[in-house]
């Protein structure tokens, strides 16, 4: 019987991004271009890890990966008891290679690394010490391999048409830093009667209270969005008729940018629906952090390595879409609504990493 961390991180893998969350010896994990992929210290998903435990993982980008992609990584630390536990990251597939992470910039309570820029393979390696007691949460290290598509949007408004297949557009030098006084503009149409579908899959700009000073934003027929976040990987889904994005900066301060993916979808609506209410108990600093603002994303993949680690499952194949924001597809359309998670008040979140991340932020 699968355990509650392995059950929790497929319904996150499913629904947030590609997720890792076992633990074996060098255990083989894929990057596709552009698509987000989350590795986890072991029961993250449920709390805590346990004592004297070891894992590694070798992480690649897929075969026939353009030259010029890059990988954008991020390490986020909960609660980890370094240096008695740590995770260590290195370039290439063994602890031979060059540190980029280790117990020694690690912090206990919470902590959040700037965006890491690598090429080729990386081996990650957690270990926990021997205890009884007082365990720590764990780690999250998000992988993203992109590199520059902004095409000829940052010379003159670039104009691009959706198609079935995902498309990407990012920040100008992505994953690289944006050049200051950046402004660029990209107008998304489709062919016939389909809308176009655009997820922001992340977005890391110079933030302030009114975006005045590096901004996205995003135009429909009928909305307008503007954003801008620091460090937030977060999907943000917009669907419509025709889609325009501008991206403008100032002249301080580069960061990361953005990177956005589009696509036609055949938007529909139906009432022959049937609602499920799918209650999920997470632990309240992935809840607060982690969750997402829209209804889950069906069309995502996860590794099970509890039952087979060289297999990718798609448990909720891609049908037509119907209205995207608020539907997901199993077997059969279903709406789903959103309960309040049961979420165990240790007081840890708001005593510690509240104030913490505001501090951070702000």
Not at 164 to 186: A, M
Request: charged share 20%; glycine share 6%; with cysteine.
């Amino acid at each position: 019987m699968p355990t509650v961390s392995l059950l929790l991180c497929l319904i996150l893998g499913i629904f947030v991004y590609k997720g890792h969350c076992e633990c074996g010896d060098r255990l083989p994990v894929t990057l596709k271009s552009f698509k987000p992929t989350v590795i986890t210290s072991p029961g993250f998903y449920n709390g805590s890890y346990e004592a004297n435990t070891t894992c590694s993982w070798i992480i690649k980008t897929e075969a026939n990966t353009p030259t010029d992609m890059k990988i954008l990584l991020q390490i986020d630390i909960w609660k980890m008891k370094c240096p008695r536990d740590y995770v260590r990251v290195y370039l290439g597939e063994s602890s031979t290679g060059l540190t980029v992470f280790d117990e020694f910039d690690c912090k206990t309570d919470f902590n959040i690394t700037k965006p890491i820029l690598i090429t080729g393979s990386v081996y990650v390696e957690f270990k926990s010490g021997d205890f009884e007691s007082d365990p720590g949460i764990g780690f999250m290290i998000k992988f993203l391999p992109a590199h520059d598509s902004s095409g000829t949007g940052c010379q003159r408004t670039q104009k691009l048409l959706a198609e079935e297949t995902e498309q990407f557009i990012t920040s100008p030098r992505f994953p690289d830093d944006y050049p200051l006084n950046s402004d660029c503009s990209w107008n998304i149409t489709v062919n016939g009667t389909d809308s176009v579908q655009l997820v922001v899959y992340l977005l890391d700009v110079d933030q302030n209270d009114n975006c005045s000073y590096h901004r996205l934003h995003i135009t429909t027929n009928d909305s307008s969005t503007v954003l801008c976040d620091r460090r937030e990987w977060n999907r943000k889904m917009i669907v419509g008729e025709s889609i325009s994005i501008t991206f403008k900066t100032d002249s301080k301060n580069r960061r990361a940018g953005f990177l956005i993916g589009y696509k036609s979808v055949l938007v529909t609506t139906t009432t022959d629906v049937t609602t499920a209410t799918v209650p999920v108990t997470i632990p309240p600093q992935y809840w607060d952090y982690w969750w997402p603002d829209n209804k889950p994303f069906p069309d995502y993949y996860y590794y099970d390595y509890g039952l087979n680690p060289n297999v990718v499952v798609d448990p909720f194949p891609t049908p037509a879409v119907v209205d995207p924001i608020h539907t997901i597809h199993t077997v059969a359309p279903v709406t789903t609504t959103e309960t309040i998670p049961l979420i165990p008040n240790t007081g840890f979140w708001d005593n510690w990493i509240s104030p913490l991340l505001y501090y951070w932020m702000f």
